[in-house]
């Protein structure tokens, strides 16, 4: 069902190969019964609240499959919101896809564990945000949550799907990690993804509170090691992801500017990263156009591939090509100009901005705010959201 690599011009007008989107996330609601202080989602929700219909979503699988799209990924905010999830796995595992929830688990119960692998759905990731009771539900802002999660990892397993755990570790859990590990052993886990913060969103803003410091960083990957060792080939497959603000080199953000991944958000605008649209672009939306003509035609998709657009050092750098310039998102945020180095490079003239954030976060000068959810914007005005500004 895949088709021959296309072909689209440059902003110089040079001819640009652009292969499929292999990679397709669905960002099916920003809606979520959780309030985590490191959510990715947008700040400002109640903007985001015009959800895509169910065949709205269908015509979306089947335009990105016959581009040559291979794996789906439903997310939210909580996927498990959308009552017709069950229809959507169908129509996308019908087309071919690999199909992947990435869940809080909240929302989940035997029954439909049972209705989703009727479906079709091939994997499930669950989060948890701590490994005991107490610290879990204190950063989900929600009671209950941890049991609620625990009884779902287990019920996930013996129904057959691989156990698939994702812990976003920030200085509130990153002590609990030997526990956290424990915990993915009794769960009989198949892959847990140990994954620090990023930060984005409401990360982005409760930054101060969540970024650890490199010792807490390097005393916590010792212990990752040291577990490993001691399970000897066995049990977990355990991934450590650190925070790119103690690294010298930035991620390859997406693997490059559209060319692996495609976003489509609850409204329907198509993103070549969850985060773009903070971005000073007009980005595309699926009403109005199909995917192959975002993918291969759009401005906004075409802006950052390449190398044309990138300023010094990267563009004389022989290792732009395994970086592409790092997170135009981080570059925004940091420096309020997409088209910057990554700070994060010690090669960047804005590097002192990742020495800063660090020495911030030692001393947190504000209150932690809670994702405030979209069901909680109809009732409250901006003024009154005062009551989701909780300390951990």
Not at 3 to 13: C, E, F, P
Not at 226 to 252: C, L, M, S, W
Not at 303 to 314: A, I, K, L, N, S
């Amino acid at each position: 069902m895949t088709k021959q690599a296309s072909t689209n011009l440059s902003k110089q007008g040079e001819p640009a190969v652009v292969g499929p989107p292999l990679w397709l996330l669905a960002e099916l609601t920003y809606d979520c019964p959780l309030h985590c202080p490191y959510c990715s989602n947008p700040t400002q929700v109640s903007e985001t609240k015009n959800e895509l219909s169910t065949q709205q979503w269908c015509q979306v699988f089947s335009q990105a499959r016959e581009l040559g799209a291979v794996q789906l990924g439903f997310s939210g905010g909580e996927p498990l919101l959308r009552k017709d999830l069950e229809v959507l796995v169908k129509h996308s595992r019908d087309l071919g896809f690999y199909t992947n929830l990435i869940t809080s688990g909240i929302g989940l119960t035997e029954k439909r564990i049972a209705r989703l692998k009727e479906a079709g759905l091939d994997h499930i990731q669950i989060s948890f945000q701590g490994a005991d009771p107490e610290l879990n539900d204190a950063i989900a802002g929600r009671g209950n949550a941890y049991q609620h999660k625990f009884d779902m990892a287990k019920s996930i397993k013996s129904q057959g799907y691989p156990m698939v755990l994702n812990f976003v570790l920030s200085k509130q859990n990153l002590e609990q990690i030997a526990d956290i590990m424990r915990l993915s052993c009794e769960l009989n886990a198949d892959y847990v993804e140990l994954a620090s913060a990023q930060y984005y969103g409401w990360a982005y803003e409760n930054r101060d509170h969540l970024l650890p410091s490199q010792n807490q960083l390097v005393e916590a990957e010792r212990v990752v090691n040291e577990f490993r060792n001691k399970q000897q080939g066995k049990g977990p497959h355990f991934i450590f992801v650190t925070p790119d603000y103690f690294e010298t080199r930035p991620k390859a953000c997406m693997n490059g500017w559209g060319s692996t991944f495609l976003t489509v958000t609850p409204d329907g605008s198509a993103l070549p990263c969850h985060g773009a649209k903070m971005l000073p672009l007009t980005f595309p939306n699926i009403k109005k156009k199909s995917i192959a003509d975002i993918w291969q035609q759009d401005f906004s998709f075409d802006y950052f591939r390449g190398d044309e657009w990138m300023p010094q050092p990267c563009k004389g750098c022989d290792e732009k090509e395994k970086d592409f310039g790092g997170c135009r998102c981080q570059a925004f945020m940091m420096t309020g100009d997409m088209h910057k180095t990554d700070p994060v490079c010690s090669k960047s003239e804005d590097h002192h901005l990742i020495q800063q954030a660090i020495a911030s976060a030692t001393k947190p000068s504000k209150e932690i705010v809670k994702r405030v959810n979209q069901n909680a914007m109809k009732f409250a005005k901006y003024n009154e959201l005062n009551i989701a500004r909780i300390k951990i």
